[in-house]
């Protein structure tokens, strides 16, 4: 059935627009097989058109390749007298009906080259723009270069959970960059501008899913690096009630701590990567004990320390996450006795708070999946999968990577008594066909992140975190809501 689709909406969305194409290039006096040339048809269009040939360089310069290309082709229908708004729209969103149309229609003819003086003199009256006209124009325009620069260049982004804090704060509005990765182009193209992935008020779908176009990305100037910020679709909802397409799926941020190929492991809450202990987020918080005298904390001092989450145990002791330098501070108070990182010990599992891959009961072979003795602060070792690393499957192996390599690869992945079936064939290996990031909050105990649902794969990579344009404290009073000295602060 996949396939019927697959045909029907290649020949109603490619091969009609062809169609169409070289019957109007064969009125204007050009042979019709140039039309089905790509790129090659578009430098024919200018010259009917009678734009100048250097307009061809903007066409292959990404993101305003997209408004030349629009350009062109209403100058190009325009050519054949469509000169009303309608009929723009028509001959761009609806090529496979309207092309073809006017390609065979008798009464449709090839008037010359619409950018010339000479046509524009002649057909003043027809081309001339009503006050709505230039209104819609310009609405057009500036939506679509917005979703341009949106998709290809740079988006807003504001923090919504403590996962990162004190890193980033909740209110932290930032810019993603999608120039650094490499921008991802669109899979699921159509869609409501502005909206990610439901519509604000009616809660209605945001995008059409009957369309949906292969993963690829632009070049970029780097690729993800161990401590970079990443915002990232959240893997999770591939298996969510109301399962989305990658593209519109969750925006999450973390910091990236493994790479592809990378061997992770967290031992007493600090991560090792390759056996080397990774640098620690300088305003990254954990769980701290914390022990008075009896006297009550100064609340002046939990805002300065930004002593977060906290929480009491009795009339001496409470519960906090914080930074190092934070917990450092404290402990120089007279009426503080102790503080102590709260650290789930390594050697068991935590069956309160279970980590990847206990959560995920498809991929074992046998009754159960194995004890791997992991929990949130001792974790791994882990190897995050690459493109191309061919990992061996059985018991052990099957539970870490049985996901990746049936959800986000697209598999169909059964186990039959002690056998593996990648799609219909016993298999005893798996060779990736992407990369993959293993990404975790720098508020370690108080993050959902990849010691939970495991790897994120490079096509639900948005793009990274570079600065904080604004913050906003909901909890403050009035005049101090704006939180002045993060504004313009770049993200490290």
């Not at 591939?238 to 397409?245: H, I, K, N, T």
């Not at 010990?345 to 992991?374: L, R």
């Not at 948005?462 to 904080?468: E, M, Q, R, W």
């Amino acid at each position: 059935m996949n396939v019927v689709g697959f045909v029907i909406a290649f020949i109603i969305l490619i091969i009609l627009p062809y169609v169409g194409l070289w019957k109007l290039f064969e009125k204007a006096g050009r042979p019709g097989w140039e039309a089905i040339i790509p790129l090659y048809n578009f430098y024919i269009m200018i010259k009917l058109s009678g734009r100048p040939g250097w307009w061809f360089v903007l066409l292959l310069i990404p993101g305003l390749g997209f408004l030349v290309a629009l350009g062109i082709t209403i100058d190009f229908i325009k050519s054949y007298g469509k000169f009303t708004f309608a009929e723009h729209c028509a001959g761009v969103a609806l090529q496979f009906i309207y092309l073809p149309k006017w390609g065979f229609d008798k009464d449709t003819k090839y008037l010359g080259q619409s950018a010339s003086p000479e046509f524009r003199a002649k057909y003043k009256i027809a081309l001339k723009k009503t006050q709505a006209r230039e209104w819609a124009d310009a609405i057009i325009f500036a939506v679509i270069a917005a979703t341009l620069i949106r998709t290809l260049f740079i988006e807003a982004y504001v923090i919504p959970s403590a996962s990162m804090e004190s890193s980033l704060l909740i209110g932290d509005y930032l810019f993603v960059s999608k120039v650094n990765y490499g921008a991802r182009l669109p899979m699921t193209p159509v869609a409501f501008p502005f909206a990610h992935h439901t519509m604000p008020l009616i809660n209605t779908k945001a995008y059409w899913d009957g369309l949906e176009l292969p993963y690829y990305r632009l070049p970029g100037l780097s690729d993800v690096k161990k401590g970079d910020v990443v915002v990232f679709n959240y893997p999770m909802d591939a298996d969510s009630p109301y399962f989305r397409p990658v593209d519109k799926r969750e925006n999450y941020i973390k910091r990236c701590q493994g790479t592809p190929g990378d061997t992770l492991s967290v031992v007493n809450a600090q991560v090792f990567i390759n056996s080397k202990a990774a640098i620690t987020p300088p305003n990254g918080e954990i769980t701290y004990d914390v022990k008075t005298d009896g006297n009550e904390l100064n609340p002046q001092i939990a805002t300065d320390l930004h002593l977060s989450d906290i929480s009491s145990i009795n009339n001496t002791e409470f519960v906090t996450n914080t930074t190092e330098e934070s917990a450092k501070a404290l402990r120089g108070y007279s009426n503080i006795k102790s503080v102590t990182p709260r650290l789930t010990p390594g050697g068991a599992s935590d069956p309160m708070n279970p980590v990847y891959p206990a959560i995920f009961s498809n991929y074992k072979i046998g009754a159960n999946i194995p004890d791997y003795k992991w929990n949130v602060d001792n974790f791994g070792p882990i190897i995050v999968p690459k493109k191309g690393w061919t990992v061996k499957l059985d018991s052990l192996t099957f539970p870490i990577y049985g996901r990746a390599i049936a959800v986000y690869e697209g598999n169909k992945v059964e186990v039959s008594g002690k056998d593996i079936l990648i799609n219909g064939q016993k298999a005893d290996s798996y060779t990736f066909k992407m990369n993959y990031y293993f990404m975790m909050g720098d508020n370690r105990h108080n993050s959902e992140d990849s010691r939970f649902w495991g790897f994120v794969p490079e096509d639900h990579i948005v793009g990274k975190a570079l600065f904080i344009w604004m913050s906003v404290d909901d909890n403050a009073s009035f005049i101090h809501k704006i939180r002045w000295s993060r504004l313009f602060n770049l993200i490290h």
